[in-house]
């Protein structure tokens, strides 16, 4: 099954977090992927202490998108990338545990949809990539854009909506939070 959380509203990346959470408790495996991060966030560093879980992340992380140089750009789309390729790979070498579960594994590709909206992948790759995922697994995209074929593709769909958040006012990430 594919689970897609996307919108401009805070959240995504937790709610992604929470439900490897649930598969933790029941003993199911989980590979946290974090496209243009670099896994200093607090979901990433908590995932990455608990056992049956592997944290994969690119190793810089230059900002925001719009306000990154044309190089920090291109060096974020190549780490991206090359996690795409490790991350196929680790998928294609994991050994599936038994659980007690009703499935084998949750793969989390956090940001992936960003990574879709600013040219680094495009729809049909990330597509591609899903159904390369072992049949068990449950796959997890999240970002702000959610591309209308991978909707299509997905078995649950949830659009997070900003009403009201305070950077607007400008208070800043806070940790424990926002980060």
């Known amino acids: 099954m594919v689970h897609i959380y ?15 959470l649930r598969a933790i ?16 966030s ?3 560093r908590f995932l990455e202490e608990r056992p049956n879980v592997t944290v994969l992340h690119t190793k810089d992380h230059f900002g925001f ?8 750009k291109e060096e974020t789309a190549r780490q991206s990338r090359e996690l795409l390729i490790q991350t196929s790979g680790y998928i294609r070498r994991r050994e599936i545990k038994n659980t007690d579960a009703d499935i084998s594994g949750i793969i989390v590709l956090d940001e992936v949809l960003n990574a879709v909206e600013y040219g680094i992948f495009d729809a049909p790759e990330i597509r591609d990539f899903i159904k390369e995922i072992p049949c068990g697994y449950e796959a997890v995209l999240t970002g702000k854009n959610a591309p209308q074929a991978l909707i299509e593709e997905a078995d649950y769909v949830t659009e997070l909506k900003m009403i009201k958040h305070p950077y607007e006012k400008g208070v800043k990430a806070r940790c424990g939070v926002e980060k």
């Open 42 to 44: 607090g979901e990433a």
């Open 65 to 72: 998108w719009r306000r990154m140089t044309d190089a920090e």
């Open 6 to 20: 996307y919108g401009n509203g805070k959240g995504k990346t937790s709610s992604a977090a929470g439900l490897c």
């Open 25 to 40: 408790s029941c003993g199911v495996p989980v590979i946290f992927v974090q496209f243009l991060k670099d896994g200093s």
